[in-house]
């Protein structure tokens, strides 16, 4: 299709207005490429958007059902011919198109499913590397685009040949200045609870369990910290009736916060991000907002964290599921206005170093060219 624009099926689970994830990934991407590339984007339902929105170079579908915390039988029983049906609707309306789609889980492995079916080509996000390798090698994947090099490493296990694999350890977040001005941020020294912050779906691989068994540990030794959890998903019934069970009045379970920009001030209002994933865990975009905002971080050191802090200068790296050592670093980060400054503004010095969403814009655009080419 020589001389066309490039006509592309983004598969993303959740997507606009929901942020974080392949929402925040596919969005910035498309706005980047918009002017050059037509899309269609094939996403789960939102109570709050329409199913169908013509946004010019964009056309949003949210018609998939949203039941990414239904029982693992449920989805794989129901998602596939429901699935399935729609993606070819949708291939009957537009015609011909590049698949590029977001890998995990049962969505991820279905549109995999349809590009090997229709023989049609597609480049595979790998974010993170919760699923088996047979998913994440289904489909007719020309590229994959990996978020960082210790998922990089283990696509290469996996047996994809490293020519096909395009490597962003990370990008910048780039947060407009004007944002980050009109939002403020907290002052290092100040006279109130310190105040911790928790930007993490509420899912077993994110270690959200393992937190507030440390934040047990903290109410015991200094109640007045606090900490906010932002997020959704299947473990929300076990960890509050933990909370209940355990006495746990320091922590609130927020639940999902549709306005990014509240979602921006919150992180910009708090005084240290922490983020306890178990495993499976790529370079998560969160702790590169916090370092915008010079809000110092706790991190585990699972999948591609180490890549994105150095323990002792941008942030506190820690093994997974410990939530003694984890309490430990709250505790002395709480107690330590100096060191939480200079993880902060270390944090934000890191960022200079990364490539930009325009540099993956190119990249990415550059694929759809050739793969358009021999359409």
Known sequence: MKGERPKVLIGAPVYLPRQGGSSTYFSNLMERLKDRVDFVVYSCRNPDAAMFE???????????????????VVRYIVLPPVTLFQLIRLRMRYGKMIVHAHSNGAYGYIISIFSRLIGQEMLKEVQDMSDPGYNIRMGKVTRYVSTGTSIRDQLISYGVPPEKIITYPSLNPEIPSGVRRNIGKRPFIHDS?????????????????????????????????KLTIIGEGGMRDELV?????HGI???TLRGFVPDYHDVLKMMAGCDILVLSSASDEGNPRVILEAFQFERPVIATAAGGTPELIEDGENGILLPPREPKAFAEA??????????REKLGRNGRKFLKKLPTWDDLASDILEVYRDIWKRM
């Open 193 to 225: 609870p310190i105040e911790l912050l928790c930007i993490s779906a509420l899912r077993p691989y994110k270690g959200v369990d393992y937190l507030l068994e440390s934040m047990r540990i903290v109410q015991e030794k200094d109640p007045s910290i």
């Open 54 to 72: 013509d946004q010019g170079s964009i056309k949003v579908h949210r018609i998939q059902p949203f039941i990414l915390d239904a029982p693992k």
């Open 330 to 339: 709250i505790l002395r980060l709480a107690g330590d206005p100096g060191l």
């Open 241 to 245: 009736t933990y909370m209940k069970k």
């Open 249 to 251: 009045t320091n922590t």
